[in-house]
Structure formats: structure tokens, C-alpha cells
């Protein structure tokens, strides 16, 4: 297989490994089989034997034809040609189904690792990569793979099988028909080199192309309303139509490689097979080799034609798959490795010194986070949109790993934090996913083995009393139908079922509707764990335990509700001053207010 890939870095986007990763990962998928693989190696070698003894077999019959031998003798010939194709079709066929088998087992072993190495990246690696290069890879390449370890790759096994053994007859039968053969080598070696010379570069191209098309499509549907909104239609669908062009332009050049690939090889055939006819002719004149010997060799040769295609012909799919594996192992090395699970000593939060950016080479959208967070407490995060409210509640949850400091829960961080049998820390945003399936399916991905009654008790806490009236209770197939309030109401129920020791809720009730419709909710979900709530409005920053108030990515203010309004100079209690004077975009809406004046 090909895998003389450069170890690279795609543009943007996640690591693609080298062919030593490639090879190094693949032989540890292979390496627990090596039974099945050595029974096929003999599968294989013995299929190859029986089909070499197919033109050896014509050849006699030719030269039985030529003696004028008895039929009887020519139909022995021929029925040990048939059972010499039919032993071999049979033994390349069991060769192949087996090595398909152990191919297909070490491909779902590795992408069920590359599945779970990119659900675990870091979010800031997939935001840099861009979403479309992990989905491009998980889908496109493990696609590419797929079909090349079930059609491609035994296609080339048995070839490389047949061609040896076939040379081997050749040369036995006359070294110089042998030599005669290769006059195809060059001229397909030339075909084979320049092609694998063009196309690696070309089908690295296309899967970067093809991965920002998707990337450009992908953001275009997913901020489609900031596109109508702002009647962004036009330069979309340029981009869009511009990535594609260049796709499909890379696409054209690389068909155009395979094909003069083709030409070359058909060539070569037709210079080798003349070869071998020329020879042959001179051979059977002086140096007494029989008409049938030089059928045999002439059908030796025509026999390598299939096997030498299909084997040329694979090094395209095979260099599609190779990249493709390189982009699947590069995957396994973004992600930092198994993590690490450390059970925590409590739910008390710590950060030491935390900054954090989005790009390397952007500025820190936080700096210099210091903050102590007791085991139990309640936090609201208040500040002015953009401050970095959501960042640093990502931080907490170990959704994003520091880019200097560190955050640590109950004293380990954050995204090692266990307790139990699960996550130490439970993120609730106002992106809440209803899954398709039953109210109790979507309750029990918190906690499967959870009873009915303990989905009934937690969804009476979150208040979702709308549960109660459905027709077929817990086993209703919930649509989509169901408004974004409800929605964030059964993710809050799933916390409580989940029963995190650390709950951060980012604008986890933003679509609750009527104001304060889940602010009980909220408040069951922390009571008896340290809860951090990216706030909306005062009466969730006077409920809590400790108010923190962020400004440009840093922490300005710190303290309870009632210490913070005290203070009349300060940010906080200006902002609760206009709410209480009632300045319109104050309060109801804490954490979309303005920058404190
Ligand atoms: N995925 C991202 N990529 C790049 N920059 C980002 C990303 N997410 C947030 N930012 C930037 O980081 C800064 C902090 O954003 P963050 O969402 O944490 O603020 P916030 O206080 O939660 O704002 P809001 O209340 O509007 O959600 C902002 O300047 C924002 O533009």
C-alpha cells in the first residue's frame, strides 16, 4: 500500500500522520490476527499455484493438438484445466473473503477509535480545524477506507499473488520469454511513477477542497439567519460556488491523471504481449521450444494483464485510502490520548491564573482568571456580551483546556474530574438537543438505569408539569414540536437525574419564555452542588452564593449580591441602579446589558 505520505498539517485543519503512524497503528490492528492472516497468506499462495497450472495445462493440450495425440488424451488435459481453474477460483475466493474479514475487523476497531477520539477533542482544536474537516473525516474518509478494504485491497493481494507465480511459470517455461515480458515494464513503471507523482498531491487537494466546501455549506445553513438578516445571500453562495468550482476543477485533474494512467498501461501491455509473440516465434525455430510451451508462455503473459491492471488500477483507490487513513490516525493524534479520569476530592472549583484564546495567534479572550469556588456554592457569571461569560463556563465544565493556568475541580482538572461512574461536571447550554425518540429516552441518556418514577420525581422538580398531560406519559414520542423552554426544561431534569457533583448552566433557561418560568428549576438543579450559572437576570445573582463580574475577559467585580450593590461606584450596582430605575435593557436580561457605564 502506498503510504509514503508526508506526516502534514492540512492548511486549517487537524494533523494528517505520516506513513510510519499509518503503518505503526495498522500493524497493531492486524497483529491480533495473525492466525486469520497467515491461513489466507496459504489461501492465497495455493490459489495462485493451482491457476499457474491453467496455461501449462492449454499448453500441453496445444501441443497433444499438434502431435496428433489420441482425444482421449487432450480430454484428460481439459478436464484437469477446468479443475485446476475451478481449485483455484475456489481457494483465491476463501483468501480473499478472508482477509476482507480481518480487514473489516481492524477498520471498525479503528474507526470506533477515531469516533471516540473526535468526540473527545478539545473544542478549541475542532473550532480551529473547522467543524467540516472532523466530519469530512469521520464520514469521507472512513468511506474511502471502507471501500477500498472490501473491494480494493484483496483485488491487489490476489494480483500480487497471481503476477508472482505467473512470472515464476514464465521463467521456467524459457527465461528469454520471461525477459521478452518485460519490455511492458518500463513503459508501465513510467505510466505508474508520473501518476502516483500527480495524483497524491491531486487527491490531497480534493479531500481539502471537498472538506471547505462542506465547511462553507455547513456555516451557511448553521448562521442562516444571520444570512438573511443581514441579505448575505450573495457573497454565500459565491463562496460556496466558488469552493465548489475549485472541487470540482481538482476533481477534473485527477480523472484526467487516472486516465492517461490507463493509456500508459494498456500500452505497455500491448508492447509486452508483441514481445513475447516475437520471441516466441524465434524460439520455437532454433531452440526447440514447442508451439505449446509458447501458447503457455502467451497465456501466462495475457493472464498477467487482469492482476497487472487491477493492481495498477488499485494504487488510485489505494492512494485515496491511504490519505484517508492519514487524515483517521491524524485524528488519534489531535486527540491527547485516552483521558485520564481522576476522581475528585469534592466539587470546590479552583482557576490559577486561566487565560484562554480561540486561535493561536488571536488575543486572549480571557486573561488572568483567579477564582475560588467552595464545594456547594452557587456562582452567577454576570457582564456585557462578549465579556467571556460562556468561555469561562466552558472552562469550568473542561469543555475547553486552558491555554495557560489551570482550572481544576474538586483538585484535578477539569476535564479529568470524575465521580463515580461519571463526569464530575455537567454543562447545560441553551443549545439543547431533543433527541428523537421517547420523553423517557431522552430523560434516561442522563441516567439509563434511572426508574419511572425517578423521571416522574425529576421532572416535577424542573416543574415540567406539561409532562404529566401527555397522552402516552413517559412513552410519548416527543416531536419537534416540543417549544425550546420545555426543551431546556428536560436537560435540567437530566441534571438532576445525572446528579453531577458540578453543574454549569450556560444561558440554560434563555428560552424559558416568561421570565423566571425556570428559575425554580435552576435552583433545584444546584441545590446540594456547586452550581456556576452564566446569569440573565438580578433575582439569579440575588439567589446566589457569589456573584463574579466580567469585563473584556477579566474579573472585575466580586461578591454577594448584597455586598456588590452596596458598593455605589462599582459596575454592578450601577447596572442594578438602572434596572431598579427601570432603564429598559437592564435586568430583564442581565447578561445581554451593555458595558457597565
Ligand atoms: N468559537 C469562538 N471562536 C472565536 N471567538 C470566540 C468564540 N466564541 C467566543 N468567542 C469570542 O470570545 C469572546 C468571549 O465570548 P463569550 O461567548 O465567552 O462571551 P459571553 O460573555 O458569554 O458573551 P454572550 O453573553 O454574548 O454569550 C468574544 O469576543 C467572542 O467573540
Known amino acids: ?19 510510519r503512524e499509518c503503518w505503526g497503528h495498522l500493524r497493531s490492528l492486524l497483529k491480533v490476527q495473525w492466525r486469520a492472516l497467515a491461513a489466507t497468506t496459504v489461501l492465497l499462495l495455493l490459489g495462485s499455484v493451482a491457476g499457474v497450472l491453467t496455461p501449462i495445462l492449454l499448453g500441453r493440450i496445444v501441443d497433444a493438438v499438434v502431435a496428433r495425440s489420441e482425444l482421449r488424451d487432450v480430454a484428460i488435459l481439459a478436464g484437469l484445466v477446468t479443475g485446476a ?72 493481494t490476489q494480483a500480487a499473488f497471481v503476477i508472482v507465480l505467473t512470472l515464476v511459470g514464465l521463467t521456467a517455461i524459457d527465461p528469454w520469454l520471461a525477459l521478452a515480458a518485460l519490455a511492458a515494464v518500463p513503459v508501465q513503471l513510467y505510466a505508474t511513477v508520473r501518476f502516483l507523482r500527480r495524483s497524491r498531491p491531486l487527491y490531497r487537494r480534493l479531500r481539502r477542497e471537498e472538506s471547505t466546501r462542506g465547511q462553507a455549506i455547513i456555516e451557511s445553513v448553521r448562521g442562516a439567519d444571520t444570512v438573511i438578516a443581514g441579505r448575505a445571500h450573495g457573497p454565500r453562495l459565491e463562496l460556496i460556488s466558488r469552493r465548489s468550482l475549485s472541487a470540482v476543477e481538482t476533481g477534473r485533474q485527477t480523472t484526467s491523471a487516472r486516465n492517461r494512467f490507463n493509456g500508459g498501461l494498456n500500452l505497455g501491455e500491448f508492447l509486452g504481449l508483441a514481445a513475447v509473440l516475437a520471441v516466441g ?47 483517521l490516525v491524524g485524528v488519534l493524534l489531535a486527540h491527547p490520548g485516552t483521558p485520564v479520569r481522576q476522581e475528585i476530592a469534592d466539587g470546590g472549583i479552583s482557576l490559577r491564573s486561566v487565560s484562554y484564546r480561540y486561535r493561536p495567534n488571536a488575543a486572549d479572550v480571557l486573561g488572568g482568571i483567579a477564582l475560588d469556588i467552595p464545594a456547594g456554592c452557587t456562582t452567577v457569571l454576570v457582564g456585557a456580551s462578549g465579556s467571556g461569560k460562556s468561555t469561562l463556563a466552558q472552562l469550568i465544565a473542561g469543555v475547553l483546556t486552558p491555554r495557560s493556568g489551570e482550572v481544576l475541580v474538586g483538585g484535578v482538572p477539569a476535564a479529568e474530574a470524575w465521580h463515580g461512574r461519571r463526569r464530575a461536571v455537567l454543562l447545560v447550554t441553551q443549545d439543547t438537543h431533543l433527541f428523537a425518540g421517547t420523553l423517557a429516552d431522552n430523560l434516561r441518556l442522563a441516567a439509563p438505569a434511572a426508574t419511572d418514577s425517578a423521571l416522574w420525581s425529576a421532572l416535577d422538580e424542573v416543574g415540567a408539569g406539561w409532562a404529566r398531560e401527555l397522552p402516552g406519559g413517559l412513552d410519548t414520542v416527543l416531536g419537534h414540536d416540543l417549544d425550546d423552554g420545555r426543551i431546556q426544561g428536560l436537560a435540567l431534569a437530566r441534571v ?17 419564555g416568561a421570565e423566571g418560568e425556570l428559575d425554580a428549576a435552576v435552583q433545584a438543579v444546584a441545590r446540594g452542588r456547586t452550581a456556576v450559572i452564566v446569569a440573565h437576570r438580578f433575582a439569579q445573582a440575588e439567589a446566589a452564593d457569589l456573584v463574579v463580574v466580567l469585563e473584556r475577559g477579566r474579573i472585575i467585580e466580586r461578591g454577594t449580591h448584597a455586598e456588590l450593590v452596596r458598593q455605589p461606584g462599582n459596575a454592578y450596582a450601577r447596572l442594578h441602579a438602572a434596572a431598579n430605575r427601570g432603564a429598559p435593557h437592564v435586568d430583564r436580561c442581565l447578561f445581554e446589558a451593555q458595558s457597565p457605564a
Not at 491492471?309 to 494504487?315: E, M, N, P
Not at 437525574?497 to 434563555?510: I, K, N, Q, R, S
Open 85 to 156: 481453474g475451478i481449485v483455484s477460483a475456489l481457494l483465491l475466493l476463501a483468501g480473499g473473503r478472508l482477509l476482507v474479514a480481518c480487514l473489516q475487523r481492524a477498520l471498525a476497531e479503528l474507526r470506533e477509535e477515531v469516533f471516540a477520539a473526535a468526540l473527545g477533542l478539545d473544542q478549541g482544536v475542532v473550532e480551529d480545524a473547522g467543524t467540516s474537516d472532523v466530519v469530512s473525516r469521520v464520514t469521507g474518509d472512513v468511506e474511502a477506507i471502507t471501500q477500498s478494504v472490501s473491494g480494493v485491497l484483496p483485488r491487489f
Open 1 to 19: 500500500m502506498t503510504m509514503d505520505m508526508d506526516t502534514a498539517q492540512d492548511a486549517a485543519g487537524l494533523p494528517i500522520a505520516g506513513g
Open 496 to 512: 438532576l437525574l445525572a446528579d453531577p457533583a458540578v453543574v454549569v448552566l450556560d444561558e440554560a433557561t434563555a428560552h424559558s
Open 281 to 327: 516465434f524465434w524460439r520455437t525455430g532454433d531452440a526447440g521450444l514447442t508451439v505449446g510451451a509458447v501458447t503457455a508462455a502467451a497465456l501466462f503473459f495475457h493472464r498477467l494483464f487482469a492482476p497487472i491492471g487491477a493492481l495498477l488500477s488499485s494504487i488510485d483507490d489505494l492512494q485515496r485510502a491511504a490519505a484517508g487513513l492519514g487524515r
